[in-house]
């Protein structure tokens, strides 16, 4: 009987099997295309290993001297700094970027306008970001604050958009309702439902800020990358690591008080 | 009486201090922090105009550039695709220790925090510069910086999801008398698996982005070109590189938008 010869099989999002091999097939040749393409042989990879267990000999232990103590000292409060003032410069400029990216507020072509910008910024990665703005600006911590500024309106705005959007009419309704102004209906319709997730996204985005600041010195725009690519040029690796501790230290910290605050305010 | 002076107020008396204190210290933060960079408010002035000079010089883009960008572009891909997969490789055993309910003690717990921590906060560029110096520059040590990175990624978030199992799933495999690697296959992968798939497809649209930089230390991709550009003030060309990039980055963001709804 044809019934009693169907076996169960296990339903698949790919709807045929032949479809399911075949997207499996596809992405393991990728795979093996990718790895002929970069040049991935086991004898090298093999061979770096070997090589690596001996760097790993050279980064520890980590050991300054007392002048390059002073260095990071200096250079990490930079960092932290640039990430501080950044973070307040792009929240600020996030603010009206976000409220005209926001499909229920805002009319179409501003609309696409601000959405197409935060594309933009989200697309492409601080550091190459960095590196146009240190040759517009010149070297420095205000290169990196240019850049950490323009990442986190992208972040930034998205997401204050996001919920704009998700806002309940009802209130704003309501406060039309009662005959305020557009500019009150904003303000005592639409602020006080995006506040809290406000308070919360501006921590998080300091504490990525904070991390993207220790890096984008490495092509010069300022904080305490500039000493890390330094001390790698110099085959300084016990100093590398001192750096990256201390970079690791900063970074949990940071994180650490995001979470607290988020926890409290959420 | 009484009632007739009370006022309605939003916060009691701590909260208020609490909140008024908060916004000081902000103020005193961001105020100290610009003035220890010694940024004058000329600053603010000049970089919209410099911006603007910059912008002016990329247009138009270098169309005919587009043939020499290819190839890298398509080693960036392979560099994000085999890293992903590398990642994932190191990124399975890392979650099964660094999740409460899977890992065998608190030695291996911390460990596998550790792991993460130290993962996630190094980023992908410093990970190039050291297996730049391990592998030699080159896609290789690009494609490793990128599956180093994403490890504590993959794991913190898969082990997140490994520990809100159903865990009386993985006794049943257990109880029926399934070996610890059975127990691994039948009871908790294809519980995580959609989680699996869809992680990794993000992870994999994240580091799309991020090698586009590794060029930058020598690790390969795009990036290489895209330094060699700007170190030659070659703008149009810069600029069709970036637009190469977004047109790349937003391509793989619709992918793994589009394979993360099919699993979820």
């Known amino acids: 009987m044809a019934a009693s010869e169907r076996t169960w099989q296990r339903p698949s999002i790919f709807g045929r099997r032949e479809i399911k091999w075949g997207v499996y097939a596809a992405v393991v040749g990728f795979f093996v295309w990718s790895a002929w393409g970069v040049g991935a042989d086991p004898s090298r990879i093999f061979r770096g290993l070997g090589r690596g267990a001996t760097l790993l000999g050279d980064f520890f232990p980590p050991d300054v001297t007392p002048r390059q103590t002073q260095r990071i000292v200096d250079k990490m409060i930079e960092s932290v700094a640039m990430a501080m003032v950044a973070t307040v410069t792009g929240i600020a400029l996030s603010v009206p970027i976000g409220f005209m990216a926001a499909e229920n507020l805002s009319p179409k072509p501003l609309y696409y306008l601000n959405r197409g910008f935060i594309s933009i910024s989200r697309a492409f990665n601080a550091i190459i970001v960095a590196i146009l703005v240190v040759k517009a600006v010149g070297l420095g911590p205000l290169a990196g604050i240019v850049t950490i500024t323009f990442k986190t309106v992208g972040f930034f705005s998205k997401l204050l958009a996001e919920d704009i959007e998700d806002i309940d009419p009802g209130s704003v309704d309501a406060v039309r309702a009662a005959g305020a102004s557009p500019l009150q209906m904003l303000l005592y319709g639409v602020v006080p439902q995006i506040v809290p997730r406000f308070a919360g996204l501006s921590v998080y985005r300091w504490d990525i800020n904070i991390r993207t600041s220790t890096v984008v010195g490495i092509v010069g725009a300022g904080g305490i990358g500039s000493v890390l690519l330094t001390a790698f040029n110099r085959y300084d690796y016990q100093y590398v690591s001192a750096i990256l501790l201390v970079i690791v230290l900063v970074v949990l910290v940071a994180e650490g008080v995001s979470a607290i605050v988020r926890r409290r305010y959420q | ?264």
């Open chain 2, 1 to 264: 009486m009484s009632s007739e002076t009370r006022r309605w107020e939003r916060f009691d008396r701590r909260r208020r201090l609490g909140r008024t204190v908060g916004w000081l210290v902000a103020l005193v933060v961001f105020v100290g922090s610009w003035q220890f960079l010694d940024m004058s408010l000329v600053a603010a002035e000049t970089v919209p105009r410099e911006v603007n000079d910059l912008l002016t010089r990329m247009y138009p883009p270098d169309v005919a550039y587009t043939d020499e960008i290819a190839a890298p572009l398509v080693e960036t891909l392979h560099i994000a695709a085999l890293g992903t997969a590398g990642a994932l490789v190191l990124a399975v055993p890392v979650a099964l220790i660094a999740a409460e309910n899977t890992t065998p003690n608190r030695a291996t717990y911390w460990l596998g925090k550790v792991i993460v921590t130290v993962s996630r906060s190094v980023n992908t560029i410093i990970w190039a510069l050291i297996f730049v110096v391990v592998f030699g520059s080159g896609p290789l040590a690009g494609a490793v910086a990128i599956a180093f990175r994403s490890v504590g990624f993959l794991g913190k978030l898969l082990g997140e999801e490994i520990e809100e199992i159903d865990f009386g799933q993985v006794e049943a495999v257990r109880a029926a008398g399934a070996s610890p690697v059975q127990t691994l296959l039948y009871g908790i992968l294809p519980q995580v698996k959609p989680a699996l798939v869809g992680l990794s497809v993000y992870r994999w649209d994240i580091n799309v982005r991020d090698s586009t930089i590794l060029g930058f230390v020598g690790a390969g991709g795009i990036g290489v070109q895209l330094f060699r550009s700007v170190n030659a003030f070659a703008w149009q060309s810069v600029a069709m590189i970036l637009l190469v990039i977004l047109g790349v980055v937003i391509v793989s963001e619709a992918v793994s938008a589009y394979a993360r709804g099919l699993v979820r």
